[in-house]
């Protein structure tokens, strides 16, 4: 690889990175909505049948997604997307793709990602590596959507336009030299 | 009003799937011109033939491509052999040939196992099998998207993401041998798909670059005559329309004004007036183009008859048009028609059924679409008219040119499950279940899991 792009990166301590733990005290509306009405965590561990039902019920979520992602390293730093903020927790949405079709198990989930810098040639292929950990990892009914955050790089749009062509992707994931990228890239995740 | 209340709800419903499936993304099934069979192109880097007889898979070939086979057409116009097309990932374009014996050896009807003129190259049967590689054309620098044989089965054009269309010809001298015949590197993406108008040597593409191009030979020199930059998004496929393809009459609202005045002899001698002018006005403009895109609209597209002829404007109904013959000057191509908002995400196939004139639509929404082009009676329901049979077939002349209207006639959610539809084709029934002497049409749909299926559609 050839020079740094950005040699010297704003970091997060790993240790503020929102995870599964904080996200389940913090008083959301979900709480006070279903999650109110379980009584208690302990239920979940038994074997009855009908909690297995509620607990494949459980939908997926932006935390979730966020897990997934976060640990992907940097194509150019020894750290993490989510150490760098390259993405993060409220940039990520998770929405029915058919609205009008209630029955629809599609849902859509959209990262938007925030180049360390403006002009970073490696957006393309940080996207890459989003898209392929998302759609190797999540069952799929999902459909992965992308995206460089609005106004955080000079050619967000061409960047867009190339991580939604399903083609290029595809031909993308047959790229030896891309893919073995990408792999480095996944090294970090479990 | 009653348009839609009073069709007896027409309807797609699934025939079989294809059997086995590949159990990689599939991206196209390509039916054969003649034969009941259909090609389906698989990440898996084979291409497997199915039979539509029975629904199975006939063959698989393998080998020629070193990654994803995304793209196949079949070359028309020759009988005793099938010759296959495949445009892969690797760059290549493979060539495949196998004589035709299907039928005598799988067609679970077959009535002439012995009087074939075949039982010449029966003797091999072991070979006839095989589908034989013939050649590998280089010459794409990256991923090859789409191939089109021309109507007269000479030429083969293939585009791809080096932003070129190659045109190819086929030599056919025996020896496999194909001419580089021009390479067109006006697009500024990829070259997503080509297709060749239906009787002219005139090529249509799409691509990345949201555009829609048409190219023509001028005196030995293959050039670009027009460029459509109305979509705002990737323009994923194309399809011509049938030569002979007329809009349907049968559920317009003329029919509907008629009914109540007219006798059923009024309405056909007005369905026939509409026809005939409707053919007299296409005379002049010629196929139109449907593409689908990435904006999740589908258009459709039609070439304004060239200056110096009766403008578009002007009444068709007089005189007999003469047949344009364009000389290799620009064309001015416009939008005819959206077709209704249908889709929530990327139209990856359009299919316009060169036998019903139907369009089917398909893509990342899982959907299958079908619509249906009708005249629009315009001005229609002019003074009641009275109850005598000249008045009223003088109230049917139509000023200026027919208006049709397109009309959403059946919608499949989740038709291959949760997966993404990357194409659909129409082609001939050919399963026990057709009607004697009938002759239907069935819808292939393929997508992201692999799974091909074969769909009817109902009126």
Same mark, same amino acid.
């Given at each position: 690889?050839?020079?740094?792009?950005?040699?010297?990166?704003?970091?997060?301590?790993?240790?503020?990175?929102?995870?599964?733990?904080?996200?389940?005290?913090?008083?959301?509306?979900?709480?006070?909505?279903?999650?109110?009405?379980?009584?208690?965590?302990? #239920?979940?561990?038994?074997?009855?049948?009908?909690?297995?039902? #509620?607990?494949?019920?459980?939908?997926?979520?932006?935390?979730?997604?966020?897990?997934?992602?976060?640990?992907?390293?940097?194509?150019?730093?020894?750290?993490?997307?989510?150490?760098?903020?390259?993405?993060?927790?409220?940039?990520?949405?998770?929405?029915?793709?058919?609205?009008?079709?209630?029955?629809?198990?599609?849902?859509?989930?959209?990262?938007?990602?925030?180049?360390?810098?403006?002009?970073?040639?490696?957006?393309?292929?940080?996207?890459?590596?989003?898209?392929?950990?998302?759609?190797?990892?999540?069952?799929?009914?999902?459909?992965?959507?992308?995206?460089?955050?609005?106004?955080?790089?000079?050619?967000?749009?061409?960047?867009?336009?190339?991580?939604?062509?399903?083609?290029?992707?595809?031909?993308?994931?047959?790229?030896?030299?891309?893919?073995?990228?990408?792999?480095?890239?996944?090294?970090?995740?479990? | 009003?009653?348009?839609?209340?009073?069709?007896?709800?027409?309807?797609?419903?699934?025939?079989?799937?294809?059997?086995?499936?590949?159990?990689?993304?599939?991206?196209?099934?390509?039916?054969?011109?003649?034969?009941?069979?259909?090609?389906?192109?698989?990440?898996?880097?084979?291409? $497997?033939?199915?039979?539509?007889?029975?629904?199975?898979?006939?063959?698989?070939?393998?080998?020629?491509?070193? $990654?994803?086979?995304?793209?196949?057409?079949?070359?028309?116009?020759?009988?005793?052999?099938?010759?296959?097309?495949?445009?892969?990932?690797?760059?290549?374009?493979?060539?495949?040939?196998?004589?035709?014996?299907?039928?005598?050896?799988?067609?679970?009807?077959?009535?002439?196992?012995?009087?074939?003129?075949?039982?010449?190259?029966?003797?091999?049967?072991?070979?006839?099998?095989?589908?034989?590689?013939?050649?590998?054309?280089?010459?794409?620098? +990256?991923?090859?998207?789409?191939?089109?044989?021309?109507?007269?089965?000479?030429?083969?054009?293939?585009?791809?993401?080096?932003?070129?269309?190659?045109?190819?010809?086929?030599?056919?001298?025996?020896?496999?041998?194909?001419?580089?015949?021009?390479?067109?590197?006006?697009?500024?993406?990829?070259?997503?798909?080509?297709?060749?108008?239906?009787?002219?040597?005139?090529?249509?593409?799409?691509?990345?670059?949201?555009?829609?191009?048409?190219?023509?030979?001028?005196?030995?020199?293959?050039?670009?005559?027009?460029?459509?930059?109305?979509?705002?998004?990737?323009?994923?496929?194309?399809?011509?329309?049938?030569?002979?393809?007329?809009?349907?009459?049968?559920?317009?609202?003329?029919?509907?004004?008629?009914?109540?005045?007219?006798?059923?002899?009024?309405?056909?001698?007005?369905?026939?007036?509409?026809?005939?002018?409707?053919?007299?006005?296409?005379?002049?403009?010629?196929?139109?183009?449907?593409?689908?895109?990435?904006?999740?609209?589908?258009?459709?597209?039609?070439?304004?008859?060239?200056?110096?002829?009766?403008?578009?404007?002007?009444?068709?109904?007089?005189?007999?048009?003469?047949?344009?013959?364009?000389?290799?000057?620009?064309?001015?191509?416009?939008?005819?028609?959206?077709?209704?908002?249908?889709?929530?995400?990327?139209?990856?196939?359009?299919?316009?059924?060169?036998?019903?004139?139907?369009?089917?639509?398909?893509?990342?929404?899982?959907?299958?679409?079908?619509?249906?082009? $009708?005249?629009?009676?315009?001005?229609?329901?002019?003074?009641?008219?009275?109850?005598?049979?000249?008045?009223?077939?003088?109230?049917?002349?139509?000023?200026?040119?027919?208006?049709?209207?397109?009309?959403?006639?059946?919608?499949?959610?989740?038709?291959?499950?949760?997966?993404?539809?990357?194409?659909?084709?129409?082609?001939?029934?050919?399963?026990?279940?057709?009607?004697?002497?009938?002759?239907?049409?069935?819808?292939?749909?393929?997508?992201?899991?692999? +799974?091909?299926?074969?769909?009817?559609?109902?009126?």
């Amino acid at each position: 690889m050839a020079e740094m792009q950005n040699s010297n990166p704003t970091i997060l301590n790993v240790a503020d990175l929102p995870t599964r733990s904080r996200e389940l005290k913090k008083t959301t509306d979900h709480d006070s909505g279903i999650f109110a009405a379980v009584p208690n965590p302990a #239920d979940f561990l038994s074997s009855d049948s009908e909690t297995d039902d #509620d607990l494949l019920e459980e939908p997926i979520d932006e935390q979730e997604i966020y897990d997934l992602i976060k640990s992907i390293s940097d194509p150019e730093h020894p750290l993490s997307l989510g150490e760098l903020a390259v993405v993060s927790l409220p940039d990520i949405f998770i929405k029915p793709t058919l609205p009008s079709v209630p029955t629809s198990p599609l849902q859509t989930v959209t990262v938007l990602i925030t180049p360390t810098i403006t002009h970073c040639s490696l957006a393309t292929v940080i996207g890459l590596g989003v898209r392929v950990r998302l759609e190797q990892s999540l069952p799929p009914r999902f459909r992965v959507d992308v995206r460089i955050k609005e106004g955080t790089h000079s050619t967000g749009d061409e960047v867009n336009k190339q991580l939604a062509d399903k083609e290029r992707v595809a031909a993308a994931l047959e790229n030896g030299a891309l893919m073995q990228v990408i792999a480095k890239m996944m090294e970090t995740c479990q | 009003m009653s348009n839609l209340n009073s069709n007896s709800n027409p309807s797609l419903s699934l025939l079989s799937p294809l059997t086995p499936p590949s159990l990689e993304r599939t991206w196209l099934t390509a039916p054969h011109p003649t034969l009941p069979i259909v090609a389906t192109c698989s990440t898996d880097k084979t291409v $497997r033939i199915y039979s539509l007889t029975n629904f199975t898979l006939l063959s698989t070939i393998t080998g020629g491509h070193k $990654r994803s086979v995304r793209t196949a057409a079949w070359k028309p116009h020759i009988t005793g052999e099938s010759v296959l097309a495949t445009g892969s990932f690797d760059a290549t374009v493979g060539i495949w040939r196998r004589w035709d014996t299907y039928g005598q050896t799988t067609a679970d009807h077959s009535t002439s196992l012995n009087d074939d003129d075949e039982a010449g190259l029966g003797s091999e049967a072991d070979d006839d099998e095989e589908w034989r590689f013939a050649v590998l054309l280089d010459g794409h620098d +990256s991923e090859v998207k789409s191939v089109s044989w021309s109507p007269s089965g000479i030429l083969l054009a293939t585009c791809a993401r080096d932003k070129s269309i190659w045109i190819w010809e086929d030599l056919d001298d025996g020896d496999n041998n194909f001419e580089t015949v021009a390479v067109m590197q006006e697009h500024a993406g990829d070259v997503k798909c080509v297709s060749w108008h239906p009787v002219e040597e005139c090529l249509a593409s799409g691509g990345y670059d949201d555009t829609i191009r048409f190219w023509r030979e001028d005196l030995d020199d293959w050039g670009q005559v027009a460029c459509i930059k109305k979509h705002e998004g990737t323009v994923w496929f194309i399809d011509w329309e049938g030569a002979d393809n007329i809009p349907s009459t049968s559920t317009t609202t003329t029919v509907t004004a008629t009914a109540t005045t007219s006798t059923t002899a009024d309405a056909d001698a007005n369905t026939a007036t509409i026809q005939t002018q409707w053919c007299e006005q296409r005379a002049l403009s010629g196929p139109r183009l449907i593409s689908c895109s990435d904006d999740r609209t589908a258009r459709v597209w039609r070439r304004l008859p060239k200056e110096g002829t009766n403008g578009i404007n002007s009444s068709a109904a007089t005189g007999i048009p003469s047949i344009i013959r364009p000389t290799g000057s620009d064309e001015n191509w416009e939008e005819d028609a959206i077709l209704p908002h249908a889709h929530e995400l990327a139209i990856y196939a359009v299919a316009w059924s060169k036998k019903t004139g139907l369009v089917a639509s398909v893509g990342a929404d899982g959907r299958i679409v079908i619509y249906e082009e $009708r005249f629009v009676q315009s001005g229609a329901a002019p003074a009641p008219a009275p109850v005598e049979g000249e008045a009223d077939s003088e109230a049917m002349e139509i000023d200026g040119p027919l208006k049709t209207e397109w009309a959403i006639v059946s919608v499949v959610d989740g038709a291959h499950g949760i997966y993404e539809i990357n194409h659909a084709a129409w082609a001939k029934r050919a399963d026990r279940g057709v009607e004697d002497g009938k002759d239907e049409e069935i819808l292939i749909t393929t997508a992201d899991d692999g +799974s091909v299926k074969v769909w009817t559609f109902q009126r």
